[in-house]
């Protein structure tokens, strides 16, 4: 089983971009299905974008154009390039992975991006 760790949430401006980094210890990483997660305050946590053993993504239509998920398997890390933040994206974001067989899940402690002037 896999353990998570998010990085690279902060504070930032309207229209600018951050790169949050979810690096995975424990074996067998190239067989998790890798997500980013958001909850913002009163909210429920909702799905941003996923990433599949096979590289195939998905992105909830609100970040479409702006988010960037992607995996590098060698580093056992999976990213996520937001790009023309704005201040509806200011949520705790958490990466989640899931086994490809046993559907296991697994959480990361969140990281704050908090979009604000």
């Known amino acids: 089983q896999v353990q998570l760790v998010e990085s690279g949430g902060g504070l930032v401006q309207p229209g600018g971009s951050l790169t949050l980094s979810c690096a995975a210890s424990?074996?067998?990483?190239?067989?998790?299905?890798m997500g980013w997660y958001r909850q913002a305050p009163g909210k429920q946590r909702e799905l941003v974008a996923s990433i599949n053993i096979d590289s195939s993504t998905n992105y909830v239509d609100s970040v479409k154009g702006r988010f960037t998920i992607t995996r590098d398997n060698h580093k056992n890390t999976t990213y996520l390039q937001m790009n023309s933040l704005k201040p509806e994206d200011t949520a705790v974001y958490y990466c989640?992975?899931?086994?490809?067989?046993?559907?296991?899940?697994?959480w990361g402690q969140g990281t704050l991006v908090t979009v604000s002037s």
């Open positions: 424990g074996r067998l990483f190239s067989i998790y299905n």
């Open positions: 989640n992975a899931q086994h490809l067989f046993t559907r296991l899940e697994v």
